[in-house]
């Protein structure tokens, strides 16, 4: 069956190819390319835009092979994309100027947004998303809480993907790679009707091989399927009228991410054990892509046996994870007239999920869990958007949204020995553990949102934007722990609403065509909500609270040298209020020695500067550039534990805040053999920094430089391309995590990767 859908997705992805995409700079002009960008729900030109964005365009996508927006972090400064390796389908923890997090529940909200097409996606999980069909990607930095509403304090990724064309046509790309790793994708554009234009994709992604080594299993583990159909159809019944519908179908087969232990000589599982890392670079196997977990095999419970699938693939070294996702995306685009747009879009995303876990990353089964679950959510904007070419201009709206999800967790736990006092006991350690926990949870949210702009001189523009956000959240719990419970008196679920509003105040001056100064107050919003990984009954009740930034900054946007040099900067102060952690602490109370607590214990300013540079030197060589600093501190950050003692962590670095980050990235081309050739390299360098809250040294990073670099050589409607992924082969953890004292775990970035890739472009 597999075959079979092998072939059925050769076949389409073979009829489908693609339209080039422009270049990035103007090269017979000799001047760069202007860059558009939507990131205030409107086009404008990057460089008017009064806040920091960076932007790349589909060919600058394309150029850097991207699999998925982890290849993107490269594009702004003080950016971190990664992927946890907390569950199947990818845990995106994107953080922007040290602010975001990482955690695989889905009660936490997002602190950077990712939107698609117009469509926020509500879950981490998810949210790293396919380098596919990609016009162009937007990262728009600091809190964006006016138009694009709450869990945005960080900033938000805006993708949008390519139109259909009306016009017989299309792009096919395929591929190889090491890791026993192929791939073809295509985009196939034709027109029904003069008014009906329509767009098929297909995608096949295999990876036969993990990038991880299996010790304990003695195979290779982190192997993916991944499978995406979509259709796309846009309709302009009038002049003034464009109807679009888009359907995209994903699927993913994996391993189930691996997890290196990195477990310190003071912690439980290395003194009762003996899983000790040699010192704090390195991985119990003293390797960081030498996994050991896998070992034991839960006990037959009902929750595993509901899944044969799932059941025969453990026993298949570790093909135990899957990732589904359907999106329906519907909008509609009328002009009204010549001042005024409307604009409506539907969208409704769905996750389904399952995948066995280990944990503790040992050859025992100490902690593991199963985790099937579902996500769901439906959301519908309304905007209108008035600019007549006057003085003023604005554009505003109604955002309606809904959520739910469902997660039935089994952990499995194996150390009771250490839970009861008595470690080594061999009447303990032969107990496993088995405790349900289901987590339900509902989101309801709706808001009110405009900005303005006045320009009250040829010079001097001033925005005004405000958004009122209402939400409300329940939480269901059934297992362990249950929120209802007629006996003890519980009669109905927690809920509990909260309420923001967030304004945006800007000004700019344009010194002439070519320099614009610009100063911006911003406030970003994330909203408070129940714990989703509960150990009683008081935290499944207990909710906490929405936390807020405020953003002042100032910049500078400019183009010099006759449009061949672009720089702009950005000096930025941002005061964190009511910051939430997720704070893992030691219990006593719990089966699992463990549990995770949120609450808002912190305050703290972040500040820095941001500089980006885009030159096009001659007709051969163009040139990106950014670097960013960053200064973040708490402010205050004090809790009380389980034990009831005051801890102070107030002297604790941000996670995923280096200091310093920059990228340079150049390409050189030349024309030979009566086609175009290019070489592309960049360099990508990450300070250092830790990968959790509570500082851990084993689970520092140490400074990065990653290296990427492609040639390239295209000739009518063929390119061909030899590419290379981080060649320095740097192996920083991409997250990090201890466990109450018991022990730390760990990711991986992938190593060095490379592979050549053919496209083929056709028009009529």
């Known amino acids: 069956m597999k075959t079979q859908r092998s072939i059925m997705f050769a076949a389409i992805a073979a009829a489908s190819v693609g339209l080039s995409a422009p270049t990035v700079v103007n090269a017979q002009a000799g001047v760069l390319e202007e860059i558009t960008v939507t990131a205030r729900k409107r086009e404008e030109s990057m460089q008017d835009v009064g806040l920091a964005v960076s932007a790349l365009s589909e060919t600058e996508i394309q150029r850097q092979f991207v699999r998925d927006i982890q290849d993107l972090a490269n594009i702004a400064p003080n950016v971190i994309i990664d992927d946890t390796g907390q569950g199947p389908g990818g845990t995106a923890a994107i953080y922007i100027r040290g602010v975001g997090i990482a955690d695989l529940e889905k009660n936490f909200d997002p602190a950077v947004g990712v939107s698609v097409d117009g469509v926020f996606i509500g879950s ?146 290395c003194t009762v054990y003996g899983y000790c890392s040699p010192n704090n670079d390195t991985t119990i196997t003293g390797d960081r892509r030498a996994v050991a977990g896998g070992g034991g095999e839960p006990p037959t419970a009902p929750a595993l046996e509901t899944n044969v699938t799932l059941r025969d693939q453990l026993n298949d070294n570790f093909m135990t994870a899957f990732f589904d996702t359907d999106t329906h995306i519907v909008e509609a685009r009328w002009d009204v007239n010549d001042a005024l747009k409307f604009d409506y879009i539907f969208g409704r995303w769905e996750s389904d999920e399952d995948s066995l876990q280990d944990w503790d990353g040992t050859p025992d089964l100490l902690y593991h869990t199963r985790r099937p679950g579902e996500w769901k959510q439906d959301s519908h904007e309304l905007r209108l958007t008035w600019d007549d070419g006057g003085a003023f201009s604005m554009v505003g709206g109604l955002f309606v949204w809904d959520s739910e999800y469902e997660s039935r967790m089994r952990s499995y736990i194996g150390f009771l020995d250490i839970i009861n006092g008595a470690p080594g006991d061999p009447t303990f350690t032969s107990l496993i553990a088995d405790i349900p926990q289901t987590t339900v949870q509902k989101t309801d949210s709706i808001a009110g949102f405009f900005e303005a702009d006045y320009r009250f001189t040829d010079k001097w523009t001033l925005t005004l934007g405000g958004r009122y956000t209402e939400d409300e959240k329940e939480s269901q719990q059934y297992g362990e722990v249950d929120t209802v419970n007629e006996a003890e008196g519980r009669t109905s679920h927690p809920q509990e609403k909260w309420d923001e509003f967030t304004p945006k105040v800007g000004l700019r001056y344009n010194v002439d065509d070519n320099i614009m100064l610009y100063g911006t107050y911003s406030r970003g919003y994330r909203a408070g909500g129940f714990n989703g990984r509960v150990a009683s009954v008081v935290e499944a009740f207990e909710p906490y609270d929405p936390e807020t930034i405020d953003n002042y900054e100032i910049g500078i946007k400019s183009e010099l040298l006759d449009r061949r040099l672009r720089l702009n900067a950005t000096i930025f102060n941002m005061d964190y209020k009511d910051k939430q952690e997720e704070l893992q602490l030691p219990s006593t109370e719990t089966d699992t020695g463990q549990k995770t607590v949120v609450a808002n214990p912190s305050t703290a300013t972040i500040q820095g500067i941001e500089l980006e540079a885009m030159a096009y030197v001659n007709e051969n060589l163009s040139i990106r550039a950014n670097l960013g600093y960053l200064d973040s501190s708490y402010d205050d950050f004090v809790f009380t534990d389980s034990e009831g003692t005051i801890v102070d962590f107030s002297n604790f670095e941000f996670r995923r805040a280096p200091e310093f980050t920059g990228t340079v990235d150049a390409t050189y081309e030349w024309d030979v053999a009566g086609g175009n050739a290019w070489a592309r390299a960049s360099y990508r360098y990450i300070g250092e920094h830790f990968t959790n809250a509570t500082n851990n040294e084993e689970l520092k990073n140490d400074s990065q430089g990653i290296v990427d670099a492609s040639i390239n050589y295209s000739i009518n409607n063929v390119q061909l391309s030899l590419f290379g992924r981080n060649l320095t082969d740097e192996d920083g953890y991409t997250h990090g995590y201890e466990v109450a004292g018991l022990w730390s775990y760990a990711s991986t970035r992938p190593p060095r990767t490379y592979g050549l890739e053919v496209v083929y472009n056709f028009n009529n």
Do not use: C
């Open 124 to 269: 981490t999980a998810g949210a790293l998303m396919r380098g596919i069909d990609i016009a162009s990607v937007e990262v728009l930095r600091g809190p964006q809480g006016t138009l694009f509403g709450r869990n945005t304090v960080g900033g938000i990724i805006n993708i949008t993907r390519t139109q259909p064309t009306g016009e017989l046509g299309g792009r096919f790309r395929a591929g190889i790679e090491n890791y026993d790793t192929w791939y073809m994708d295509g985009v196939f554009n034709f027109a029904v009707t003069d008014e009906l234009a329509v767009k098929l994709t297909a995608s096949k992604r295999d990876q036969g091989e993990g990038y991880y080594d299996n010790v304990t299993r003695r195979g290779d583990q982190g192997r993916q399927d991944y499978e995406q159909l979509g259709a796309n159809f846009l309709w302009n019944p009038t002049d003034t009228l464009e109807l679009e519908y888009s359907y995209i179908r994903e699927r993913l087969d994996q391993d189930t991410p691996p997890l290196v232990n990195a477990t310190r000589p003071d912690q439980l599982f």
